[in-house]
C-alpha cells in the first residue's frame, strides 16, 4: 500500500470551475500536510499548509483535512488556465519524523 | 539573493566523469534535503541534514556523496553514474524538527549520457 496516494489523474476542470484534488495517507500518526504546486520543468512550489482538522483558506486555495478519514483534499476555486500543473500532497511527522512523503501528483488541466 | 538557490541547472556528463551539484539556501533555515525525481516516479528523499549533521541516507548508492559544510550550503558530489541516474535532483530547506514546510530550489536537470 502507498504511503501517500493522489488520483494521478489528469483532471480536466473549465475555466472558472472548482477543481478538487484529493490525498490520502496511511500513517494515522501523520501530523502535517502539505500542497505543492510544479509547473512542467520546474520545482514544487509550496501553495497550502494544514495542521489541524477542518478547512483552511488562502485566496482561491482552500485545504481540507479529515485526520479520523486520514484524508486531506485541495479545492480550487474559479480555476485558471494559469492553475494547470502538478499538484503535489506531502505528509510529514508520525513515523517519518523530520521527512516528508510525496505522492505521485495530480495533473490538472484547466481549459479555457 | 532569496530562497533556494541551485547550480548547475542543467548539467550532461559521462559515466566515467566527477561532477558536483550545488545548494544554497538563504532562509536562516537549519535542515537542508537532496532529492530525486524521476519521470512518472513521486520525489524521491535522498539525504537529510540537521545543524550540518547527515540523519538520513535513503540506501542511495556510494556514487552519490553528500557535503554539508554548513548549515546553508549542500553539495552532491557525483562519480561513475549510470544513466538511470538521468533525473531531476531538488534541494530544499526548512526549520530542523518535525513538520516544518520544506521550500525547493530550482532543480539540476542530469543527463547521464
Known amino acids: 500500500q502507498k504511503e501517500v496516494e493522489q488520483n494521478s489523474g489528469p483532471l480536466s476542470v473549465p475555466e472558472g470551475a472548482i477543481a478538487s484534488l484529493n490525498c490520502t495517507y496511511s500513517d494515522r500518526v501523520s501530523q502535517s500536510f502539505f500542497w505543492y504546486r510544479q509547473y512542467s520543468g520546474k520545482s514544487p512550489e509550496l501553495i497550502m499548509s494544514?495542521?489541524?482538522?477542518g478547512d483552511k483558506e488562502d485566496g482561491r486555495f482552500t485545504a481540507q483535512l479529515n485526520k479520523a478519514s486520514q484524508y486531506v483534499s485541495l479545492l480550487i476555486r474559479d480555476s485558471q488556465p494559469s492553475d494547470s500543473a502538478t499538484y503535489l500532497c506531502?505528509?510529514?511527522?508520525?513515523?517519518?519524523?523530520?521527512?516528508?512523503?510525496f505522492g505521485q501528483g495530480t495533473i490538472l488541466t484547466v481549459h479555457p | 539573493e532569496t530562497g533556494v538557490t541551485q547550480t548547475p541547472r542543467h548539467l550532461v556528463m559521462g559515466m566515467t566523469n566527477k561532477k558536483s551539484l550545488k545548494c544554497e539556501q538563504h532562509?536562516?533555515?537549519?535542515?537542508m534535503y537532496w532529492y530525486k525525481q524521476s519521470a512518472k516516479k513521486p520525489l524521491e528523499l535522498m539525504f537529510v541534514?540537521?545543524?550540518?549533521?547527515?540523519?538520513e541516507n535513503n540506501s542511495v548508492p556510494s556514487r552519490f556523496s553528500p557535503e554539508c559544510p554548513n548549515s546553508s550550503h549542500l553539495f552532491l558530489h557525483l562519480h561513475t553514474l549510470q544513466p538511470e541516474d538521468s533525473a531531476l535532483y531538488l534541494c530544499?530547506?526548512?526549520?530542523?524538527?518535525?513538520?516544518?514546510?520544506?521550500?525547493f530550489g530550482p532543480g539540476t536537470r542530469l543527463t547521464v549520457t
Open positions: 506531502a505528509v510529514a511527522g508520525g513515523t517519518s519524523y523530520g521527512k516528508l512523503t
Open positions: 541534514y540537521n545543524f550540518k549533521e547527515q540523519t
Open positions: 494544514i495542521y489541524s482538522n
Open positions: 530544499a530547506s526548512s526549520q530542523a524538527g518535525d513538520g516544518y514546510e520544506q521550500y
Open positions: 532562509l536562516g533555515h537549519n535542515a
